[in-house]
């Protein structure tokens, strides 16, 4: 079958296509249906089933035969270490640590913290917790203290399982002191912490408090898998809220394996045995799904990196690594293949490696502008897939499934929606527009397995944030259009559809524009406040290396490029021409803090910002071309 007989499959019968779906997880006991929705629109899936996260990501692969397999490879360019976990030896470590866990009162439906950088430790923390039912809440490592506390204090964990440290290329992340900040600011203490010791740093533990991680395990008994209720959360992952409270996003178990072992084998064409390969953090919605579960529940090998695209040690690390470990599927964030274009813009050192096991390159995170997909596939010479998701999705709402078929790619596509999800484009008043008509993307109800059911302890909120506006809809807070062949577009978050002159304009349309310049390696456009038009947009743009031409020039071509591709009606007069973006941690750009900066405006610090001295640099930026009194004049 095709992936337009599977999605009309799904569409006929979801009910039946979920059930079959279901079949490839082991359950202790199945559900008696697949979909749950009593309490509409707040849905559920598999709720009456009794099921084992840990058991399925581990355990049924020793048991089918497969114990000796490597499970996870952790890459360090950091450390200059490679370490293989099989995986008997990973049921082992991860039945040892549950085991530890319990004797210390960790029990089904108990609250876990993780804090740790890229070490197979961090899966092994997660892998426990699924292991006892306990619920664990992976927080990206190195950030700041105020934002542990909160997340402290909404979750309230009874125990934090911590590393000593983290490892950045040129500097140690000092994990410990930011916790132990973090547990001083919260209102709520765990009972215990675990501290695993690197030998970059060993951190001064608090008597009766913390353990060390091998101390811990000493003598335990190991501990069996718990079954858990299909609904019953496996974890929350707290979005980066740039203001006030984050988001606990919950993933209930059930829907969670199932759509992971669906995904993995339909959208990334990985069975057990197979190399898959996600570049991404533990601390993100990527880590979790493609990191941790989905390459474990399918069987494949996963790698675990601690290192960055370029600088650890050069711009070919990722191609030193899909070839040595023989990786079939690539996963990485946009941001991460332009900073590789920037220093490598020729692919010289994508030729120095053998790929020959590579199928396909995944791109997700951000939108993928059509250069850097089109750059991508020249030099890699296999299916460059953009699919789109989002941290409460869990998985891919839009992609190219080449597990089913590897249909036509179109730039600037994440091309067309998976099973499960039925994509509409509205307008403001929630009506379906025309094919290739801008508006806001919302996908009607119920959404599928694996998505978020609710926030945690916050359902008013979730109703607030996602269902209110568009009344059958979860509304996704993107803006894009669908053409005629069902292909999506997503052109801006909603908040960056900019309204130049009563003309709604996306940004992402410009910075595709502005991208396509041969001396551009990466770009932003904000749209600031005009008393004449509304709204103005506004330039970023990072060169690549060793760009000669003078800037002036370059303003000068980006300008006319804009207004001739998609007209004067854009208004597109001003840029400027930067060494780097302010970026999350994760690689999205701040487009809304850039344009804060350039309105004037007052603004809190994003918490999840990778380094706030950028902020600055775009300051004396603006401020070279006039922003903010040219914002307040007009």
Known sequence: MGYREVYASWQADPERFWMEAAEAIDWVRKPSKALFDERAPIYEWFSDGLVNGCWNAVDRHVEAGRGDQIAIMHESPITLSTKGITYRQLRDRV??????????GVEKGDRVIIYMPMIPEALEAMLACARLGAIHSVVFGGFAA?????RIDDCQPKAIIAASCGLEPNRVVHYKPLLDAAIDMAAHKPEFCVIFQREQEVAKLVEGRDFNWHGFQ???????????????????????????????????????????????????NIAAGDRFWAASDVGWVVGHSYICYGPLIAGATTVVFEGKPVGTPHPGVFWRIIQNHRIKSFFTAPTALRAIRRED?????????????????????????????????????????DHWWQTETGWAIAANPIGIELLPTKLGSPSVAMPGYDVQVLDEGGHPVPPGTLGAIAIR????????????????????SYLEHFPGYYETGDAGYVDEDGYLYIMARTDDVINV???????????????????????????????????????????????????AQILREVVA????????????????????????????????????IAEGAEFRMPATIDDPAILDEIRAALAGIGYPAAAQAG
Request: charged share 20%; hydrophobic share 40%; aromatic share 6%.
């Open 561 to 596: 490029i804009v207004r001739d591709r998609i007209g004067p009606v854009a208004a597109f007069k001003s840029a400027c021409i930067v060494d780097r973006l302010p970026k999350t941690r994760s690689g999205k750009i701040l487009r809304a803090t850039m344009a804060r």
């Open 445 to 464: 109800l119920p959404l599928p397995p694996g998505t978020l059911p609710t926030l945690w302890n916050a359902e008013d909120r979730y109703r607030k």
């Open 146 to 150: 105020p934002e542990l506390a909160v």
């Open 345 to 385: 813009p020729e692919g010289e050192w994508i030729r120095r490696y053998k790929l020959h096991d590579l199928q396909a390159l995944f791109l997700a995170g951000e939108r993928a502008d059509p250069d850097t997909v089109k750059w991508a596939q020249d030099q890699l010479g296999v299916p460059v897939v």
């Open 218 to 268: 000493y003598g335990v008994r190991p501990a069996e898998c718990v079954p858990v209720e299909g609904n019953h959360p496996a974890y929350i992952l707290y979005t980066s809220g740039t203001t006030g409270q984050p988001k606990g996003v919950v993933r209930h178990t059930a829907g969670h394996l199932v759509a992971l072992q669906w995904s993995m084998t339909n959208i990334y």
């Open 95 to 104: 039945a040892s640590l549950a085991g530890a866990l319990r004797m210390r």
């Open 501 to 551: 002159a009563g003309h709604r304009l996306s940004t992402g349309a410009m910075e595709e524009v502005l991208a396509s310049h041969p001396a551009v390696a990466e770009c932003a456009v904000i749209g600031v406040a005009d008393p004449l038009k509304g709204q103005s947009p506004l330039g970023f743009l990072c060169l690549k290396s060793g760009v000669t031409t003078p800037h």
